[in-house]
């Protein structure tokens, strides 16, 4: 069993930044590969990023360059770093784990999900 819990949302102008971050509790932080996903109103939640238990990453494309994912096993955290916002990041970001992943793309292969944290990008 993991719970997580995210931190780090905010109000932010365009062009700003913000870290997000994600504490797990649990065992074996190590052994998942963890995910940051992004929900707007109306529409479904959508993959963001994700650091798999290897430490390979990948990122959707729409934030490739701008975002980075990393980890502090010993710290059981997962960070999710945010430059060069934008107003459609705008969301609620949730952290998600994961151990028998395939893709990490998709949010149904997630067993455990924080409660989320609201970003805001302001023009």
């Known amino acids: 069993q993991v719970q997580l819990v995210e931190s780090g949302g905010g109000l932010v102008q365009a062009g700003g930044s913000l870290r997000l971050s994600c504490a797990a509790s649990?065992?074996?932080?190590?052994?998942?590969?963890m995910g940051w996903f992004r929900q707007a109103p109306g529409n479904e939640r959508e993959f963001v990023a994700v650091?798999?238990?290897?430490?390979?990453?990948y990122y959707a494309d729409s934030v490739k360059g701008r975002f980075t994912i990393s980890r502090d096993n010993a710290k059981g955290t997962v960070y999710l770093q945010m430059n060069s916002l934008k107003p459609e990041d705008t969301a609620v970001y949730y952290c998600?784990?994961?151990?028998?992943?395939?893709?990490?793309?998709?949010?149904?292969?997630?067993?455990?999900w924080g409660q989320g944290t609201q970003v805001t990008v302001s023009l």
């Open positions: 650091i798999a238990r290897s430490g390979d990453r």
């Open positions: 998600a784990a994961t151990n028998t992943g395939a893709t990490l793309r998709n949010r149904i292969e997630y067993d455990y």
């Open positions: 649990g065992r074996a932080f190590y052994s998942y590969s």
